[in-house]
């Protein structure tokens, strides 16, 4: 029997790092996702991966999945013994900041997890996938893991969450967010490490540092919950600028993430930030929505004016956005225009090819 299960990355919106310390944040499954087949094999019993661009971390990551997925009582009662194979496909770049670990925890455990004839909860999946970022990163808040399992955009805070009403798509369809990829991977393990150790050493200032992005979290969280996103998109530019100053402050930076964020900004960003662990990795930027004519009201009275003023505003939307793909292009990285994925960790039918 061959299981084919698929979870998506995602991109911190809002208070990565402070989220670890019990701080709230947003985060967003991105329509980029990861997927993983598993079947059993009868040759050895241990478990085979493979993988392009397979690094030690993404078999610590595999192992240790499939290690607590075997440690559930129920899998006690499963048949096995014999050996795994594990296929991964993805689409999301490793180390980019954009939970290339996570959707990888998480969609081994949906696939293994059914190869043997188990129904976990997604609650259960998003829990074991904390507990394996945890185990491989030395610490983890589980934002991660709850948004690949879950989809869509989450306010979360100490392994609790809630689905934000708003998913940052003011036409539906066409999400606004960019990513810009640096083209560096980054260790989440050694980011995160480093934050302690600035946390050790000026525990005061670090605990406002995180206060602040907590509070950035709970304003955005407000915002996500109006009924007009685009009316309040530049406040939500203007926190992501704040809370990207912060995120600069605690060191987890670089030349390349400084130079993305301040070429989206001059490209007509409304915000733009690091996104996940830093030093290396992935930026995002906020495209507006909205229309680009200095707030001037056009004469909108007839349906086909309507719709040809909406196909214009449409264009504007679009040229706004690859303005901002090719400042992040001269600027040295990568743009992925991605969209806020609503499904989060689901199965896949057998005949994908992977
Ligand atoms: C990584 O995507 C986000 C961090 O806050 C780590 C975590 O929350 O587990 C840096």
């Given at each position: 029997?061959v299981?084919i299960?698929?979870?998506?990355g995602?991109?911190?919106l809002?208070?990565?790092?402070a989220?670890?310390?019990?701080k709230?944040?947003?985060a967003?499954?991105i329509?980029?996702?990861?997927?993983?087949?598993s079947r059993?094999?009868?040759?050895?019993s241990?478990?085979?991966?493979?993988s392009?661009?397979?690094?030690?971390?993404?078999?610590?990551?595999v192992k240790r999945?499939?290690e607590?997925?075997?440690?559930?009582?129920?899998?006690?009662?499963a048949?096995?013994?014999q050996?795994?194979?594990i296929?991964?496909?993805?689409?999301?770049?490793?180390?980019g900041?954009l939970g290339?670990?996570?959707?990888l925890?998480?969609?081994?455990?949906?696939?293994?997890?059914?190869?043997f004839?188990?129904?976990?909860e997604?609650?259960?999946i998003a829990?074991?996938g904390?507990?394996v970022e945890?185990?491989?990163?030395?610490a983890?808040s589980?934002?991660?893991?709850?948004?690949?399992t879950?989809?869509g955009?989450?306010y979360?805070?100490?392994g609790?969450?809630?689905?934000c009403?708003q998913?940052?798509?003011?036409?539906s369809?066409?999400?606004s967010i960019?990513?810009?990829y640096?083209?560096s991977?980054s260790?989440t393990?050694?980011?995160i490490?480093?934050?302690s150790?600035l946390r050790?050493k000026y525990?005061?200032i670090i605990?406002?540092i995180?206060?602040?992005i907590?509070?950035?979290?709970e304003?955005?969280k407000?915002?996500?919950e109006?009924?007009?996103l685009?009316e309040?998109?530049n406040e939500?530019g203007?926190?992501?600028?704040?809370n990207?100053?912060?995120l600069?402050?605690?060191?987890?930076?670089s030349?390349s993430?400084s130079?993305?964020?301040n070429?989206?900004l001059l490209?007509?960003?409304l915000g733009a930030?690091?996104?996940?662990?830093?030093?290396g990795g992935?930026i995002f930027?906020l495209?507006?929505?909205?229309d680009?004519?200095?707030?001037?009201?056009?004469e909108?009275?007839t349906?086909s004016?309507?719709?040809?003023?909406?196909?214009e505003?449409?264009?504007?939307f679009?040229?706004?956005?690859?303005k901002?793909?090719d400042?992040?292009?001269m600027?040295?990285?990568?743009?992925?225009p991605?969209?806020?994925s609503?499904d989060g960790?689901?199965?896949?039918?057998?005949?994908?090819?992977?």
């Amino acid at each position: 029997m061959v299981i084919i299960a698929s979870a998506p990355g995602k991109v911190i919106l809002f208070g990565e790092h402070a989220v670890v310390y019990g701080k709230p944040a947003i985060a967003a499954a991105i329509t980029k996702r990861i997927y993983v087949k598993s079947r059993l094999i009868d040759s050895g019993s241990g478990i085979q991966i493979s993988s392009k661009g397979k690094t030690e971390s993404t078999i610590e990551y595999v192992k240790r999945a499939i290690e607590l997925v075997i440690g559930t009582k129920r899998m006690k009662k499963a048949k096995h013994g014999q050996g795994i194979e594990i296929t991964i496909d993805s689409e999301l770049p490793v180390g980019g900041g954009l939970g290339s670990s996570a959707a990888l925890s998480v969609a081994t455990i949906k696939s293994v997890s059914t190869l043997f004839g188990i129904d976990l909860e997604k609650e259960e999946i998003a829990r074991l996938g904390k507990e394996v970022e945890s185990k491989v990163q030395g610490a983890s808040s589980g934002i991660d893991p709850f948004v690949s399992t879950y989809g869509g955009a989450i306010y979360y805070k100490d392994g609790r969450f809630s689905k934000c009403r708003q998913q940052i798509n003011p036409f539906s369809g066409h999400g606004s967010i960019i990513i810009g990829y640096t083209g560096s991977p980054s260790s989440t393990k050694n980011m995160i490490a480093n934050v302690s150790h600035l946390r050790e050493k000026y525990p005061k200032i670090i605990d406002r540092i995180f206060d602040a992005i907590g509070d950035i979290s709970e304003r955005a969280k407000i915002i996500l919950e109006e009924d007009n996103l685009n009316e309040n998109e530049n406040e939500l530019g203007s926190l992501m600028n704040l809370n990207n100053g912060l995120l600069e402050s605690l060191g987890v930076s670089s030349f390349s993430l400084s130079n993305l964020v301040n070429a989206s900004l001059l490209a007509g960003a409304l915000g733009a930030k690091i996104t996940g662990a830093g030093g290396g990795g992935c930026i995002f930027a906020l495209s507006s929505g909205e229309d680009w004519e200095d707030g001037e009201e056009k004469e909108v009275s007839t349906a086909s004016n309507r719709s040809s003023r909406k196909s214009e505003i449409f264009e504007q939307f679009e040229t706004r956005k690859s303005k901002i793909c090719d400042a992040i292009k001269m600027a040295g990285g990568v743009p992925i225009p991605v969209e806020i994925s609503h499904d989060g960790v689901r199965l896949e039918s057998n005949s994908r090819k992977i």
